[in-house]
């Protein structure tokens, strides 16, 4: 009995799987992006770190009004920046996103309020729409705060009074964090498409070994054989898993050969994906994919038509799709029951993976016991459906 239910598995897998091979079209729409994709998020990240540094390097302040303020000028320039006059119209093109850096506008009677023991006032101007502008918004506040205490120091020297007064707590920051901990605040993404690659992956060959046979009328055909229904049922879920795996690790291995493409050092020297990576992402996948399949099998087995599963089946693809939002949008950190949702936990985990802390079994446990449930409750209801259409 058993040796004819493994040689009915194996006979309707490999069907299956050839069957998804001769589809070249469809293959190719998923393993080109899947391909291309490592490679492409990396360059640009690279790219818009890479013109972050070069900002930085230059050192470059754009003023109006800086001839009425000689000594905010003296100041700056000894940080070795350079001013530069802003366009007249920078509001606009600070709205426009056609100025990406943030302009430092002074009054006319900053020297003489500066004398006075006054406080002159030092506008900082960006849009926060505009998010490159946005950014060099602390490096010209803290220029402004380094002028200020430059200031206060002087004045106090002058009165004879301890510039200790200005200081009463010895601050040091410690950062706890590591390179790999501080490249995957900008990496963090990578999880998310590896989860939609094996979404897609599985999605194409779930529809079509169910919905897609049933459209074309060969399902009624095959469960007329003489083979166990869960037999089957077990052979097209194997494909469909197979499948969502294959694409997820060509997504994988796409993202190897792309660390030659980063143009930024920094990022070069932080992020590590090797294959140590590529393992953990993988297994970590395994559960996903089989419970995913399953349940992308389960709601295709009652569609009459390929375009009817693919409607059914998109509020799921959706749903875990976007699930790895969630801890994105959570202030409050990880939750232990993101462990539990099919697509956060792979996503929690492999940020883990990122970030080079230890995967224990406690972490890693509630995603395979999810997606074995997932994918034994959902195959047993695909084997009763079949075998509820051939009693029809």
């Not at 293959?27 to 080109?32: A, C, E, M, Q, T």
């Not at 930024?264 to 992402?281: I, K, R, T």
Request: charged share 20%; proline share 5%; aromatic share 6%.
């Amino acid at each position: 009995m058993k040796t004819g239910l493994f040689k009915s598995f194996w006979i309707v897998f490999t069907k299956e799987v050839f069957d998804a091979l001769r589809d070249r079209r469809t293959l190719l729409r998923l393993l080109v992006p899947a391909v291309l994709m490592g490679p492409l998020l990396l360059l640009a990240l690279s790219s818009l770190i890479l013109s972050l540094e070069e900002r930085a390097e230059k050192r470059e302040v754009l003023v109006v009004g800086i001839e009425y303020a000689p000594t905010l000028r003296n100041f700056l320039e000894r940080q070795t920046y350079s001013l530069k006059p802003a366009p007249a119209d920078y509001e606009a093109k600070l709205r426009a996103t056609t100025l990406l850096d943030p302009v430092m506008v002074i009054g006319k009677d900053f020297e003489t309020e500066l004398r006075a023991g006054e406080r002159p006032t030092v506008e900082v101007v960006s849009d926060s729409a505009n998010q490159r502008a946005g950014a060099g918004v602390p490096t010209l506040q803290r220029l402004l705060q380094g002028f200020n205490r430059e200031r206060a120091t002087m004045s106090m020297a002058l009165r004879g009074v301890s510039t200790d007064l200005l200081q009463a707590v010895d601050v040091q920051e410690r950062d706890l964090a590591g390179a790999q901990a501080r490249a995957a605040r900008l990496t963090g993404v990578i999880p998310m498409f590896i989860i939609m690659a094996v979404l897609y992956g599985a999605l194409t060959a779930a529809l079509d070994s169910t919905a897609g046979e049933r459209e074309r009328g060969s399902l009624e055909p095959l469960l007329m054989n003489p083979v166990q229904h869960f037999a089957l049922v077990l052979g097209k879920w194997g494909a469909v898993a197979l499948l969502g795996m294959a694409v997820a690790l060509l997504a994988n291995l796409s993202f190897v050969p792309a660390q030659w493409l980063l143009r930024s050092d920094s990022l070069q020297a932080m992020f590590q994906f090797g294959w140590f990576e590529v393992v953990a992402f993988l297994l970590l996948q395994l559960p996903l994919a089989a419970g995913l399949g399953a349940v992308l099998m389960a709601l295709a087995i009652r569609s009459k038509t390929f375009k009817e599963a693919q409607a059914g089946s998109a509020l799921v693809v959706t749903l875990v799709g976007l699930a790895p939002m969630v801890s994105m949008l959570n202030p409050g950190g990880d939750a232990p029951w993101y462990l539990w949702v099919p697509g956060l936990a792979q996503n929690t985990l492999m940020m883990l993976v990122l970030k080079g802390e230890a995967l224990t079994l406690a972490r890693v446990l509630p995603g395979v016991l999810v997606g074995a449930l997932l994918t034994v409750v959902c195959l047993v209801y695909v084997s009763r459906s079949m075998r509820t259409a051939v009693a029809r």
